[in-house]
């Protein structure tokens, strides 16, 4: 499943990648859109969602557990999903932030989870482009959460917006703490659009799993 969320990011015409294009930083001298993503293991690949590869894109990511690698299951760069799709598009990677076995929200290893400082280190912040942000994100998580830890899902209905995002005087936001994965992944969304208010977002998304099935 996929789900679009460019009308909550701020752009007031919905416009195509072409428009997107038009507010990136005025350094970047390509036409080429770029594409930045927030995912778990099936998103990762050592050397460019970890390790070297914070040297040229946002340093954060040195830290981040990596599952697939050069050669592990006759696999390469160009195999992965991100890789593909971008070929396909046109579009160059510039941050994979993609965490081996992460949740969108986890107890237990806050800092990987999708709802903290991840969702907003997509940017360059390291390389020769410097300052640069995505133009399209794709967010691809919850995988985790589904088969991890089902108890702790919660409902989208029974999010309290107002308990957890409030607007200062001076237009940032506060968050508070969530205790599900459905009150997490709104936090999740506020803030990643709210720091990346001209980029288009996707969601990839798993459908609900009955509890026979796990």
Known sequence: ??????????????????ERGET????????????????DSISTFAGLSNGTAADSTNSTIR????????????????????NLTADALGLRLLVNNSWSGSY????????????????????DDTGENAGQEPDIIAVYLGTNDFLGAPD???????????????????????YGEPSTTAEACALMFHKLTHRYPHAQVYCFTIPPLADEAL
């Open 1 to 18: 499943m996929l789900l679009c969320l460019g009308s909550l990011s701020g752009s007031d015409d919905g416009g195509g990648p072409g």
């Open 24 to 39: 990136r930083d005025a350094g970047e001298a390509s036409d080429v859109l770029t594409l930045s993503v927030l995912g």
């Open 63 to 82: 830290f981040n557990d990596a599952y697939y690698r050069q050669g592990a299951f006759g696999l390469n760069a160009t195999d992965t999903w991100w």
């Open 104 to 123: 969108i929200f986890s107890p237990y290893e806050p800092g990987s989870s999708g709802w903290g400082d991840r969702c907003v280190q997509l940017h």
């Open 152 to 174: 702790d899902l919660g409902r989208p209905e029974d999010v309290d917006h107002d308990r957890l995002i409030t607007e200062e005087a001076d237009g940032t936001f506060s």
